[in-house]
């Protein structure tokens, strides 16, 4: 028998590339490359798969061979080569970067940076007019005939309508023109015309302090992390608008991530303001044009800065110089589904890859970012005062154990009496709950009975707005029922706790003259609805704000004097690792919120646990205390960052097979000195979406390869198609 050679007929000589799908698959796939195309890694091509036509990426050849090639027989052809602009090197590189660190397929992570199908289509060509050579003989020239004329004489070809409008002719000139051979139709691309931020445009005259910040910034050149900590209203976006000043004027691109990028109307505005335009932005209530048109600018480079969420990071930008990360703590840059990462960090991998800077601000930066502070690999910029006159307000504790509401009330009179005053005054107050809803409980007093969701472990939040029931989690609604849905007793629900919506009601029998607002994702959906709300806020027609965390970021009322937290002790329930952090962060940021403007703000705290570390911590404005206490205690015991952490949460639509596949993992998990699998155990939402969770912890010392324990250890098992186990790296959500 022959043995098993290289056989010429087998492998002959046509050209192979390596494609991948934004697909779940192990890798990219091998194509035969057909006569006369010269696809280049990065290049957009339609690829056979099955029996569908997918659009693909040419990927580059690995170092080293992987495995046995397929027989060039069994090779399909790539079907066709978009006209787009490749995707760069660095994004490659990206890709395989976070599928690496998060234990993904390649093709998931793609499929993020391929989000908008659409800007893979050639662009629309439109026609316009050129003027010919040698006009006809016998043309009769008329005043507007000359006009378009001379147009075109000197300038591009431009459409029948742009040529009309210029030379202020009826389009009928332009056309009978184009009859007679005077003008020559051409196609072209239509291009969207992206005006450029002017980096020229002056600032405002920086503080001291703040133009310190600033030309640090401004030298940078390279890879480097700066972690730009300053208080609320110091300036740290006037300081890295100084950066992206800097930036535009190399005429290089600039990404910055903001969360809640849909709210961030005034932020948009001060850019406005700054560099003349409005920057790009990136974010889910963007229109399928508008995606498809900033996803191509981007990708051709006409888009210099883009504001996005944590999606952006996928964008195809050919020459980014600056990526800022403002509000660089903030949890909604963790992204929970499908490939688990955090934007935060992966921006940073992203500077690194890429060999520029990246800044990172925060009044209350993570505990990570700041031990990476500490050890001297990120530099540390500090802002410690307020522009103008403004003054960080005066933080103040109610104890609610002494302090008592009435029944049924969650106002204590010390805040109560404060609200009445700020009013009184013509200020404006927020109090803040971070609760939506009316009440997160609804129970039957006949029987106790509970209205739960039919798909999750949780129980149903009543919206009175909305007059239903609601599932927080999966988004489940029913109506409101009249009578208890167990025992049927007539009238017997009540509602159990507060929610935003039963505060706004307390609230207005308290002060029935003010003008109130209730501020949630609920009433505040999309830029429009933020921008409106801003335009409340400032000419002072509305006094009075309940809200969630949502009007705890980043706003600038300068009339906004009073906040006070009706619950402190809310995120403090969890107990999870940064269950203290997280709750400092908010309280401090909502905190900050108060006396932007030039009258004194003053903050009132609602708690049960008045000697809490954090709460006092906050009052005392010991931000550098709080954090290395807990440090201290994330370090003693082996935490993140000083210790790695991972979750698996596996899932599926029965319990019986699940268990059987959380055995099988159990099993065959990883151990050792340095490396501790703990569970499986019931996830806390032991049922989401229909779907049954379990949860296994990975906790290892550094410097282990958490990443390859795990790949290994998922390599033993098999789960049922309907099952999924889903790895979170660096978790920050233990639900
Ligand atoms: P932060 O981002 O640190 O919360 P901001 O950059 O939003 O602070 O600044 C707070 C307010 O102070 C903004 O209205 C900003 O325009 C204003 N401000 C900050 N620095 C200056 C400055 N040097 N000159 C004029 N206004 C400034
Ligand atoms: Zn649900």
């Given at each position: 028998m022959a043995t098993e050679q290289y056989t010429p007929s087998l492998f002959p000589e046509g050209r192979r590339v390596k494609v991948l799908l934004p697909l779940p698959l192990a890798g990219a796939y091998d194509y035969a490359v057909p006569e006369g195309m010269d696809p280049q890694p990065g290049d957009f091509v339609s690829v056979p798969l099955g029996n569908q036509m997918r659009t693909g990426v040419v990927w580059d050849e690995p170092e080293k061979p992987e495995g046995e090639p397929v027989a060039a027989s069994r090779l399909k052809p790539i079907e066709q080569l978009l006209i787009a602009p490749r995707l760069p090197a660095m994004n490659r590189r990206f890709v395989e970067w976070i599928a690496d660190y998060c234990v993904a397929a390649p093709g998931a992570v793609l499929r993020m940076a391929m989000s908008?199908?659409?800007?893979?289509?050639p662009p629309r060509a439109r026609t316009a007019f050129a003027r010919a050579e040698t006009l006809p003989a016998g043309l009769k020239r008329t005043a507007a005939r000359n006009r378009i004329l001379a147009l075109l004489e000197d300038g591009p070809p431009r459409g029948a309508s742009d040529l009309a409008r210029e030379a202020g002719v009826s389009t009928g000139v332009v056309k009978g023109l184009a009859d007679m051979g005077a003008l020559l139709p051409v196609r072209v691309e239509e291009r969207l015309r992206w005006r450029e931020p002017d980096p020229m445009r002056p600032g405002p005259v920086l503080s001291v302090e703040q133009e310190e910040a600033a030309d640090a910034l401004r030298g940078e050149a390279g890879f480097v992390v700066s972690l730009l900590d300053g208080i609320t209203g110091s300036g740290k976006t006037e300081v890295y608008f100084e950066a992206i000043a800097e930036t535009l004027k190399q005429g290089r691109q600039v990404m910055v991530l903001l969360p809640e990028i849909a709210l961030s109307a005034q932020w948009l505005e001060r850019f406005e303001e700054r560099f003349g335009v409005m920057p790009a932005e990136w974010h889910s209530d963007l229109s399928p044009t508008q995606r498809r048109n900033t996803w191509r600018g981007v990708a051709e480079g006409n888009v210099k800065v883009l504001v996005g969420a944590r999606s952006a990071l996928h964008l195809p930008f050919p020459d980014l110089g600056l990526i800022v990360v403002d509000e660089e703590h903030d949890s909604s840059f963790k992204q929970e589904d499908g490939v688990v990462y955090h934007a935060r960090d992966m921006a940073v991998v992203r500077a690194r890859l890429a060999d520029i800077p990246i800044i990172l601000a925060s009044a209350t930066p993570s505990l990570e970012t700041l031990a990476n502070a500490e050890g001297g690999r990120y530099r540390h910029l500090k802002l410690t005062s307020r522009h103008g006159t403004a003054e960080l307000p005066d933080i103040t504790l109610i104890d609610l154990r002494e302090h008592k509401p009435p029944r049924?009330?969650?106002?204590?009179p010390a805040l109560r009496q404060a609200v009445e005053e700020t009013l009184a005054r013509g200020e404006q107050a927020l109090l803040f709950l971070?609760?939506?809803?009316?009440?997160?409980l609804t129970l039957c007093r006949s029987c106790g009975h509970r209205i739960g969701c039919p798909n999750c472990q949780a129980w149903l939040v009543e919206h009175r707005f909305g007059r239903r029931l609601e599932c927080h989690h999966c988004g489940y609604m029913a109506p409101m029922p009249k009578?208890?849905?167990?025992?049927?007793?007539?009238?017997s629900l009540t509602a159990c706790g507060p929610g935003v919506e039963r505060l706004a009601e307390e609230a207005s029998a308290l002060y029935p003259e003010a003008a109130m607002e209730v501020v949630t994702s609920d009433t505040l959906q999309g830029p429009l609805a933020a921008a409106a709300f801003v335009d409340r806020m400032t000419s002072g027609e509305t006094q009075l704000i309940i809200g969630t965390?949502?009007?705890?970021?980043?706003y600038h009322f300068p009339m906004l004097t009073l906040v006070g937290v009706i619950d402190a002790d809310l995120g403090l329930d969890g107990g999870d690792l940064r269950a203290a952090e997280r709750t400092y962060q908010l309280l401090s940021q909502v905190a900050g919120r108060a006396g932007r403007g030039g009258r004194a703000g003053r903050v009132l705290v609602q708690t049960a646990n008045p000697d809490a570390g954090v709460l006092k911590a906050l009052a005392e404005g010991d931000r550098d205390g709080f954090m290395s206490a807990e440090t201290d205690q994330r370090r003693s015991g082996n935490w993140p960052p000083f210790g790695r952490l991972a979750a698996l949460v596996v899932s599926g639509p029965e319990e019986g097979p699940l268990d059987d596949l959380c055995r099988a993992l159990a099993r065959t998990a990883p151990g050792g000195d340095k490396l501790r699998v703990l569970g499986p155990a019931p996830a806390p939402l032991a049922l989401l979406r229909g779907r049954f969770r379990r949860r296994f912890l990975i906790r290892t010392e550094r410097g282990i390869a958490i990443q390859k324990a795990i790949r290994d250890w998922l390599s033993q098992v098999r789960p049922l198609s309907n099952q999924r186990i889903q790895v979170d790296i660096d978790p920050y959500s233990f639900m």
């Open positions: 908008v199908p659409k800007a893979l289509e049924q009330c969650w106002i204590s971070n609760r939506r809803g009316y009440a997160p009578d208890c849905p167990d025992c049927g007793a007539e009238d965390q949502i009007v705890a970021k980043g």
